[in-house]
């Protein structure tokens, strides 16, 4: 008996604003075929909208422990992620390919991913969500450097 391996899966927030709804929503269904729970805090409409408060909110379904991981998409990636970013505890990173991805889980213990709909197509923000969520922290060197960006951070296993 081995059980259901997605069970193991960590769950995921999402969030964008009115620009990168469209590419969370590729995001998300992508996400729950291969099995990962999901926490989705909006937006879903095109409304206009104001991108701090979903790059705050998944900031905080991070650091609270209602999800493992935060993937938010704005227009370019960068208002979102400072917003998340103001949030102790949050390590995000604005990413445009899956090298980028790989070494912000390997290096500084990314726990949120930031996506720009209007500079990365789906198959590439795709390729670098697999390459960030299957990528462990490399830990040695990279620990000291991590504590200067969160003060009290501990290792996830
Ligand atoms: C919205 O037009 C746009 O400013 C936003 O999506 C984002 O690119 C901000 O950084």
């Given at each position: 008996m081995t059980g259901d391996p997605t069970q193991t899966r960590?769950?995921?927030a999402?969030?964008?604003?009115?620009?990168?709804v469209e590419l969370k929503a590729t995001l998300r269904a992508v996400l729950e075929g291969e099995g990962y729970p999901v926490l989705d805090?909006?937006?879903n409409g095109t409304e206009s909208v104001d991108y701090p408060?979903?790059?705050?909110?998944?900031?905080?379904a991070v650091v609270g422990g209602r999800a493992?991981?935060?993937?938010?998409?704005?227009?370019?990636?960068?208002?979102?992620?400072?917003?998340?970013?103001r949030i102790?505890?949050?390590?995000c990173a604005n990413v445009h390919d899956s090298?980028?991805?790989r070494l912000t889980r390997a290096h500084n213990d990314a726990n949120v991913i930031a996506f720009g709909a209007r500079l990365t197509g789906p198959e590439v923000a795709l390729d670098a969500l697999r390459a960030f969520l299957s990528t462990p922290f490399e830990g040695g060197r990279h620990e000291?450097?991590?504590r200067k960006l969160s003060p009290d951070w501990e290792r996830t296993p």
């Open positions: 960590p769950t995921i999402l969030g964008a604003d009115h620009a990168g805090l909006g937006t408060d979903f790059g705050t909110a998944v900031a905080q493992r991981f935060g993937v938010l998409v704005c227009g370019t990636g960068i208002g979102i992620s400072i917003s998340a970013n102790p505890g949050v390590r090298t980028g991805a000291r450097r991590v």
